[in-house]
């Protein structure tokens, strides 16, 4: 150190000194409560290179950890931490040179190497005009601070967690309407392709309906052929045309409710269809009113395809057909049952039945009916049965067959 320096210094120590001896000597009611008070406190003297410490409290010490002797005579610098930022020693310096009081928070190194923050509060102590001392007294904060950091840092946290929330947010809501836009897309084209559908269905079932108009119309034609030759043959071949006359106007029937009556073109509600082939037959054979009755009971949630409704009219119109010509001989009266119901296994049971003589003691030979009733059924996948009833009179045709609109694979259980 140059000799004009090291003079100036030793010079600068020993006004402190005598600062320090002349403060203390005073004594006195300040100097008591000064040191008394639990607030940490230093007064400064400005008139000295350095602005040095010339005496401080017992709470500044145990703040700072240091002896009064390490304390007094050095400058405010020595506490600040190695953390600090170099613009508040800047600060307090261009505040005492401005002869002004300030406030800052200094982050402070204690004599054991901790970090404390404190709150400084420096001010000037004015006599004629001219600065004499600096009373300076210290907050401990360090809690508030680091609350403050702590608060900051979970902020800090909280913004990060919000920022990549609101991506992924952003990304899902990307996403979500990338799909509903797909789904509006795929609608668009799924009503399209149902209006194409429903056009396609329409025009569908108009072909069905006249295939099926057409195929009455033909029917009807044949019928009216058969009628004509009928009357003008012989009584056995007449006899013979008639019942192929009736067999065409049974699936006639069915092709006319296909065509005008049936909701869909190629479905048929049974029960109505029963209903009227029993009526048309009673017209058709019963010479005297009264004579005989056909009764219909059949479950209304058959509704079946022209496949499985032609061949069950055939067998009840040939099974009536054998009980009008037979069962009623010499005009005796009676009573013709026509029963379908579905069973909760899967199967339907069509049974037709009588009250008239019974069956004789062996088959026809060469019954046509019959074959054709076990033919029919076959068609159907089912089993015939034909026995005297357990009253002794009459004879039963029953019919047993899968239902056509449960799964397939019934045909096991015949």
Known sequence: MPAQKK?????????????????????????????????????????VAGNPIIYCNAAFLQMCGYDRKEVLGQDYFFLIGRHTDPSVAQR?????????????????????????WVAALVDPMVEND????????????????????????????????????????????????????RRRRTE????DSLAEGEVALSFRDFLIQEVHHRTKNALQLATALLQLQARQSEPLVRSALDVATGRLMRIGEVHEMLAYQSETPNTIEVAPYLLRLGQSMVEGL????????????????????????????????????????????????????????????GLVRLRIE?????????????????????????????????????????????????????????????
């Open 130 to 181: 001219r600065v004499v001392r600096h009373f300076v007294s210290f907050l401990d904060i360090t809690d508030r601070v680091h609350r403050e950091q702590e608060l900051r840092e979970a902020k800090a946290t909280l913004d990060r967690r919000v920022t990549a929330r609101t991506k992924r947010l952003q990304h899902a809501k990307d996403k979500l309407e990338e799909e509903v836009e």
């Open 188 to 191: 668009a084209l799924l009503r």
């Open 354 to 414: 009588d009250d008239g003589i019974g069956l004789p003691p062996s088959r026809r030979k060469g019954s046509l009916g019959l074959k054709l009733i076990e033919t029919l059924a076959q068609q159907i996948q089912g089993k015939v049965e034909i026995v005297r009833r357990e009253s002794g009179t009459g004879t039963a045709v029953s019919v047993t067959f899968p239902d056509p609109s449960t799964a397939a694979g019934y045909s096991d259980q015949l």
């Open 92 to 116: 307090i310096k261009d505040a005492v040179a401005a002869r002004r009081e300030f406030t800052e928070d200094i982050l402070f190194h204690t004599k054991d190497g901790r970090e404390i």
């Open 286 to 345: 019963v010479t005297k009113p009264g004579q005989i009755e056909v009764e219909v009971e059949a479950d209304e949630e058959a509704v079946w395809s022209p496949d499985v409704v032609i061949p069950l009219g055939l067998i009840v119109g040939e099974a009536v057909t054998n009980a009008f010509k037979h069962a009623f001989p010499e005009g005796r009266r009676g009573r013709i049952l026509v029963d379908l119901s579905l069973a909760d296994d």
């Open 7 to 47: 003079s100036r210094t030793r010079q600068g120590q020993a006004q402190s000194e005598r600062a320090v001896v002349d403060l203390a000597a005073l004594g006195g009611p300040f100097v008591e409560a000064f040191d008394a008070t639990r607030m940490p406190m230093a007064i400064t003297d400005p008139n």
